[in-house]
């Protein structure tokens, strides 16, 4: 987390705190009220509600032990902004620009004279922020890491600790993920979502029916609004990263699926392809806007600028955000195909894999749609299309059925016929081998490895990062997400 500039020595930089947790603030300047997160908010003797809000959030900042967070500002008008408040009371406007002009005379209102000046004098100097008080009754007591140090139930890879970073209960048949800002993801029973730290496992955001998969969990901008997602095979679950006025937890907006519609979230912008040529896009209000694509073709990425590129036997189509055609591209295979991809999934910022039918096979390719390159092409003796079960293990490797696809600067499809992987690191396959937990080196010649200690049926890790690794484990009538650090 970045400090601020008055304590690390640099000039603070509001767009490098993290999008986790978000705080809504509402202000009622008319009735001299303000609520955080819903929760009422005491003004002192002397102090405007502006004054009271900012200083709500500053304790609210200590508890959660964070230097700076993002907020979301409301009024009864339906008026809305962002900004940023740092630990030491400074608030810094992040509204986007294109909201400014309409909100800005408010907004200077909100932050005149500088919040940060209005909380020295209100807090008797930055040192005061930092010294022992109370908690107030609203406010939540200290986090305490769920957990650390238990002993994990399971056996742990070589090179990982048996004692838990931490540890918090899970949904029966939950996953877990992990978002690109290195927050973790987890599922209760109930379907809550929750975004957490992952030190020390301390919510930052929550929001309401999710799905126990979460493998493929992604941040998203959906129509400008940032958002969490996730797609199963029947349903996209997106949810706008932001905390209701009321206090209560963000529900999803959802969007039906069926073996003939698909959702994309692994390219730049997300996109969901349904039948008969037609794409639904993202829009304003966490809405839809559908666009026909040429026919015989697959949608494949979408640009952050709204262009689409689909594929079809032998070329790439370029559309523009409106859905006009603009240009193509001939697929650079030397074998041109009898008709369009049986399958095509997300494999980064630029590429795609297509799986094509190929007599009793299927022809894998990785695909820059840009200018149609073909950055692989290879085959399998698995049957692969939209339907086969994907899990992604990596940026760079996915599991398609059984068959291990890397997206790296060598690509290449390899089948796990007798090795299970459930996660990856780097060139290490972790999952099982004849039912007990292993590694597997991604290098020729390579065998699998039982983890230390393991018995028959422990579960491998399901997810294993630069510092850790994810186990879940069931334990009588419990199920526990332990994180194992490395050693």
């Known amino acids: 987390m970045p400090e601020p500039a008055d304590r690390g020595g640099h000039e603070f930089d509001p767009t490098a705190v993290p999008p986790f947790p978000v705080f809504t603030l509402h202000v009622d300047e008319d009735l001299e009220s303000a609520t955080l997160d819903g929760a009422p908010i005491q003004t002192a003797e002397g102090q405007t509600v502006r004054e009271a809000g900012i200083a709500a959030i500053v304790r609210r900042l200590e508890a959660q032990q964070l230097e700076a967070v993002r907020v979301r500002v409301t009024t009864p008008g339906d008026e809305e902004w962002r900004m940023v408040v740092t630990a030491d009371g400074q608030a810094h406007d992040t509204t986007p620009e294109e909201d400014a002009q309409t909100r800005g005379l408010t907004r200077r209102r909100l932050l005149a004279g500088g919040a940060g000046v209005a909380m020295l004098g209100l807090l008797g100097g930055a040192g005061a922020i930092f010294g022992p008080r109370l908690l107030g009754a609203n406010e939540p007591p200290p986090w305490q890491v769920p957990g650390a140090g238990s002993q994990i139930p399971v056996a742990v890879p070589a090179g990982f600790d048996a004692r838990a970073r931490w540890a918090v209960p899970v949904g029966r048949s939950a996953d877990v993920g992990r978002l690109d800002t290195g927050h973790i993801v987890t599922v209760s029973d109930e379907g809550t979502i929750t975004v957490r730290h992952p030190q ?145 999934w997300g494999a980064g910022p630029e590429t795609v894999i297509a799986a094509w039918a190929d007599d009793r096979q299927t022809r894998l390719t990785l695909i820059r749609p840009r200018d149609g390159a073909v950055l692989m092409d290879t085959t399998t003796a698995e049957r692969i299309d939209q339907r086969t079960k994907v899990r992604r293990l990596t940026d760079t490797l996915m599991l398609l059925g059984s068959t291990l696809v890397s997206t790296g600067r060598s690509p290449f499809a390899r089948e796990m016929t007798e090795f299970k992987p459930s996660a990856a690191h780097g060139a290490t396959l972790y999952g099982t081998f004849d039912r007990t937990p292993a590694t597997l080196e991604l290098k020729r010649n390579a065998t699998p490895q039982p983890s230390p200690g393991y018995r028959p049926d422990d579960p491998p890790p399901s997810m294993v990062t630069d510092t850790d690794a994810f186990f879940i484990t069931e334990q009588l009538d419990t199920t526990t997400l332990f994180v194992a650090p490395r050693r």
């Not at 496992?201 to 126990?212: L, R």
């Not at 069926?258 to 392809?273: S, Y």
């Not at 039948?275 to 990425?301: S, Y």
Request: aromatic content about 4%; glycine content about 10%; hydrophobic content about 40%.
């Open 200 to 344: 020390t496992a301390q919510p930052q955001w929550a929001g309401t029916g999710a799905p126990d998969a979460l493998n493929g969990v992604r941040r998203v901008s959906w129509g400008g609004t940032d958002a969490i997602a996730v797609a199963t095979p029947s349903t996209l679950h997106v949810w706008p990263m932001t905390t209701p006025g009321d206090g209560t937890l963000t529900a999803a907006v959802t969007h039906s699926l069926d073996t003939t519609t698909r959702a994309e979230l692994h390219g730049p912008a997300p996109f969901v392809e349904l039948e008969d040529w037609f794409v639904d896009v993202p829009a304003d209000h966490m809405g839809t806007r559908r666009l026909t694509i040429p026919a015989g073709t697959r949608a494949a990425l979408r640009e952050e600028s709204g262009v689409l590129h689909t594929i079809g036997p032998d070329r790439v189509h370029h559309l523009d955000a409106s859905g006009a055609r603009t240009a193509e591209h001939q697929l650079s295979m030397s074998r041109r195909p009898a008709q369009m991809p049986a399958g095509v």
